[in-house]
């Protein structure tokens, strides 16, 4: 059993950047970012290998968001840049705890999921 508990979201104007923190009861190994807007599906935004030596991310925020993961904390990291309105939504980390070393962007190969945290970017 995983908890997760994602901080760090609000409101920022677009041009904007907002960190978002997941911690996580114990120590996990493939931990993922996830997006869901209102009426969209969700969707895969970052994800993180066990040792941070690998990294994933959705075409959409390339360049702009960071994801990085402190184990000593138990704590994975979305720092996000340059925010557009498009990237309003509800933001989750996810744990994928299977030893496969391999960064899925499928939201139901991930076990545990947190509460979530809104994201709104204003004009």
């Known amino acids: 059993q995983v908890q997760l508990v994602e901080s760090g979201g609000g409101l920022v104007q677009a041009g904007g950047s907002l960190r978002l923190s997941c911690a996580a009861s114990?120590?996990?190994?493939?931990m993922g970012w996830f997006r869901q807007a209102p009426g969209e599906e969700r969707e895969f935004v970052a994800g993180?290998?066990?040792?941070?030596?690998?990294?994933s991310y959705a075409d959409s925020v390339k360049g702009r968001f960071t994801i990085s993961r402190d184990n000593a904390k138990n704590t994975v990291y979305l720092q996000m840049n340059s925010l557009k309105p498009g990237d309003t939504a509800v933001y989750y980390c996810a744990a994928d705890l299977t030893l496969s070393g391999v960064i899925t962007t499928t939201p139901g190969e991930y076990d545990y999921w947190g509460q979530g945290t809104q994201v709104t970017v204003s004009p």
């Open positions: 993180i290998n066990w040792n941070g030596a690998s990294t």
């Open positions: 114990r120590r996990t190994f493939i």
